[in-house]
Structure formats: C-alpha cells, structure tokens
C-alpha cells in the first residue's frame, strides 16, 4: 500500500509538474499572441503613414488630373480665345474690305441721278460721270443731257446721297436751225465730221446747236462718250473745226 501510495504521489507530483510547465507555456504563449497582436497593432499603427502616404499619391493624382483638367481647360479656352481672335481678324478684315469696297459704283451714282431727274438712260443724249473730291469728301460728279436740259450732279461715294443737283435749259440746243439755212452746212453734217474724230460714238452721245461767234456761224457742242467729254466749235459754211478739247 505504501509502494502504492508513493507511486500515485510520485504521479500526481509529476503530474502538476507537467501541468505547472503546461500552464507556463500556455501563459508564455498567451503572452506570446498578446505580444504578436500588439505588434501586429504596432505594425497596423506603423503602416498607418503608408496608408496616409497612399491617401496622399491618391490625392497627388487627383490633383495631377485637375490640373490636367485645368490645363486642357486653359487650352481650350486658349483654343476658344484663339477662334474668337481669329474671328475678330475676320471681321477687322471684313470691315476694312467694307470701308474699302463699300463705296457706290459709277454706274449706281448714275442711276441715282437719273431716278432723281425722272428720266432714264435711253432718254438721254450723253452722260458722263467722274471721280472728284469736295469739302474732303469723295464725289461723283453726274452731268447729262436731255434734249436742251441739262443736268449735273454732285453725289457722295460712300452713302450715295445727292450732294448738290443743278438744272439748265439751253434752247438752242432745240433749234434745228441748220437744216435748211442756206450756205451752211446740215446738223447732221456737221455731227458727222465730230463722231469721225471719237471712234465708237454715236449720234445718240453727240449734243449739237447753231450759234453764232465773231459774226461767223458755228456749230458747237458736246460728246460724251467712254466717261470723256469732248468739247468742240466747227465753221458751219466750211465744216472746219475751230476747237476741240478732251477731258475725262
């Protein structure tokens, strides 16, 4: 019973031997994780800069894609600047063609003459019409004939306003006188000796009348023909020309 005894003592002796180490491993161990989950959490503390450093390259390339943005923002405003100044350019240019190019023609100057006077071009014997300058301003002058009247016109090249008007009757330029005066020669010939001088003219440029000069008759007048004016006197016995003058 003693040997017993002793055996079972020596056992349970052993036994809470084996059971203190057990007991000191499971606190070294419980020691142990408590260690690696605090240095787990050192470690999370630790990482927490890289998270954050992370945070920060995502947020670098958020603001590298805004000022991207920004930039290709600039560059299309830049863009748009660049369109609108070019349209500027076309409408400076645009409006420098006008104000060059804007002028009336001479034929619309002598269509405003003409409307005003009533009359129309196939009425008329000659017209004529020139570039001049008045009082700083650029003018046509619009002169024409119908019949004996006799109309000249100052209009302004840019607006196409009637500047001044002037109105003539010459009844001379009625008189037929001519035709059957004797020791004279005919109205019609004597138009034929000036047209022979203007190639291309015609009759219908031709204003003609019998006058009288020195104690001599003559035949006088006018040709407008090709924006010149012909001014010209002929003897009417012999039909020599006297004076003849161009201007244009």
């Given amino acids: 019973m003693k040997k017993r005894f002793l055996v079972l003592?020596?056992?349970?002796v052993m036994g809470m031997a084996v059971a203190g180490c057990g007991g000191n491993r499971s606190g070294e161990t419980v020691r142990s994780r408590q260690s690696v989950e605090s240095t787990g959490n050192d470690e999370i503390v630790a990482e927490a800069p890289q998270t954050t450093q992370g945070s920060g390259s995502?947020?670098?390339?958020?603001?590298?894609?805004?000022?991207?943005?920004?930039?290709?923002?600039?560059?299309?405003?830049?863009s748009g600047q660049a369109q609108t100044t070019g349209s500027a350019g076309s409408g400076a240019t645009a409006a420098d063609n006008q104000s060059s190019g804007g002028q009336i023609t001479e034929e619309e100057a002598k269509n405003i003459a003409l409307k005003d006077a009533g009359y129309t071009e196939a009425?008329?014997?000659?017209?004529?019409?020139?570039?001049?300058?008045?009082?700083?301003?650029?003018?046509?002058?619009?002169?024409f004939y119908v019949q004996a009247e006799e109309f000249d016109y100052?209009?302004?090249?840019?607006t196409g306003q009637i500047l001044s008007r002037d109105y003539d009757i010459d009844e001379d330029f009625?008189?037929?006188?001519?035709?059957?005066?004797?020791?004279?020669?005919?109205?019609?010939?004597?138009i034929q000796i000036v047209l022979a001088r203007v190639e291309g003219a015609t009759e219908k440029d031709v204003r003609i009348k019998l006058d009288y000069d020195d104690g001599r008759q003559i035949y006088e007048g006018?040709?407008?023909?090709?924006?010149?004016?012909?001014?010209?006197?002929?003897?009417?016995q012999t039909g020599d020309i006297l004076e003849w003058s161009e201007e244009r």
């Fill in 9 to 12: 003592s020596a056992v349970m």
């Fill in 58 to 78: 995502n947020a670098a390339s958020q603001n590298t894609e805004q000022n991207s943005t920004r930039q290709n923002g600039d560059g299309q405003d830049q």
């Fill in 123 to 143: 009425d008329v014997t000659g017209i004529r019409v020139k570039q001049d300058r008045d009082d700083g301003r650029d003018i046509y002058e619009v002169d």
């Fill in 154 to 158: 100052d209009i302004d090249r840019s």
């Fill in 174 to 190: 009625n008189n037929q006188s001519g035709q059957n005066v004797s020791g004279v020669i005919s109205r019609d010939e004597a």
């Fill in 222 to 236: 006018d040709i407008f023909y090709n924006q010149t004016e012909y001014e010209f006197e002929l003897n009417a």
